[in-house]
């Protein structure tokens, strides 16, 4: 794990911005005559609707249609419109309290660990992103899948420094993908540029921040993670941490909540058997149907 300290001076000799030049892409319509309309087979109101989903993420955004991983969940897998969580966008973790961001960090980094590619993975931290709870482990994130050799970790003086090393990191192309942890809100104006540099680059963007109540966000996906109590073997030691996970944010797909766990050993999530697990009480199921009202655009 390669540890960096950034330091950025306003007006330094030597320092040079970046820049990235845009190039402006034009669809072109093509509109079908009136009569080619009548020959066109009848379709259900669900496969309208489906299709529309997934042509929509194509339309605002041309990398957003490329799945970087998947959970390996079918149950999980449906709710996301590319069966995975999408390349080329921003995704948020959020702690469901304040003792819960050990929990949310721990996902976030088995999410890394799912990526398929050798290359780096950038991980970027601001002195507020992990509050009082110390420093990634080495020996911790290989339980979670996150090879420390591949993590390139960033420490920066405050959360201004933080936003602009993630829009960097983004547009240099070069990690595998992108993470962040900062302790501030996020506006819609802020995260729209994060959400943009993520699209133009291919790259998702897992972005870990203080809990805070749902909000605008150009997010693809808002992911509120909770602590729940982990299984155990029969020798009564801890064998796999569970997390209570809610999907209340999915642009084009649907919102869900689950129980889910980790498996160390095979590097996987799994759907958590509480029926099975005498520290649950009887008649606790492992995902609620009927997922709570929230934003879906």
């Avoid at 072109?28 to 259900?44: F, G, I, Q, T, Y």
């Avoid at 991980?123 to 090879?147: M, N």
């Avoid at 109590?229 to 919102?255: Q, S, V």
């Avoid at 799994?270 to 008649?283: K, Q, T, V, W």
Wanted: charged residues 20%; proline residues 7%.
């Amino acid at each position: 794990m390669l540890h960096v300290a950034l330091k950025v001076k306003r007006g330094a000799p030597g320092c040079q911005v970046s820049m990235l030049l845009l190039e402006e892409q034009r669809a072109c319509c093509v509109m079908k005559p009136p009569h080619a309309l009548l020959h066109a087979p009848e379709r259900s109101r669900a496969e309208i609707v489906d299709g529309l989903r997934r042509l929509l993420p194509k339309l605002e955004n041309p990398s957003a249609g490329n799945c970087a991983f998947s959970f390996g969940l079918a149950t999980l897998d449906a709710h996301l419109p590319q069966g995975g969580l999408a390349g080329g966008a921003l995704h948020e973790v959020l702690p469901e309290g304040e003792g819960d961001l050990p929990a949310a960090f721990g996902f976030a980094a088995a999410l890394l660990g799912r990526i398929p590619s050798k290359e780096p993975v950038l991980f970027i931290i601001s002195p507020r992103g992990l509050a009082a709870y110390g420093h990634p482990h080495g020996h911790g994130l290989d339980e979670l899948g996150l090879t420390p050799a591949r993590l390139i970790l960033v420490e920066t003086e405050n959360e201004v420094q933080a936003l602009w090393a993630l829009e960097e990191a983004l547009r240099s192309g070069v990690p595998a993908a992108v993470a962040g942890a900062i302790g501030q809100e996020l506006d819609l104006k802020t995260s729209r540029r994060l959400h943009l540099a993520a699209g133009n680059s291919g790259l998702p963007l897992i972005l870990l921040r203080a809990a805070a109540e749902m909000g605008s966000s150009a997010a693809a996906t808002r992911w509120r993670v909770g602590a729940a109590k982990a299984a155990r073997d029969r020798f009564g030691l801890p064998a796999h941490w569970r997390w209570r996970l809610r999907l209340e944010r999915c642009r084009n797909g649907r919102l869900g909540e689950w129980l889910v766990e980790w498996d160390h050993v095979a590097y996987r999530f799994n759907l958590a058997a509480p029926m099975a697990d005498r520290a649950f009480p009887r008649g606790t199921n492992a995902e609620r149907f009927g997922p709570k009202a929230a934003d879906r655009s």
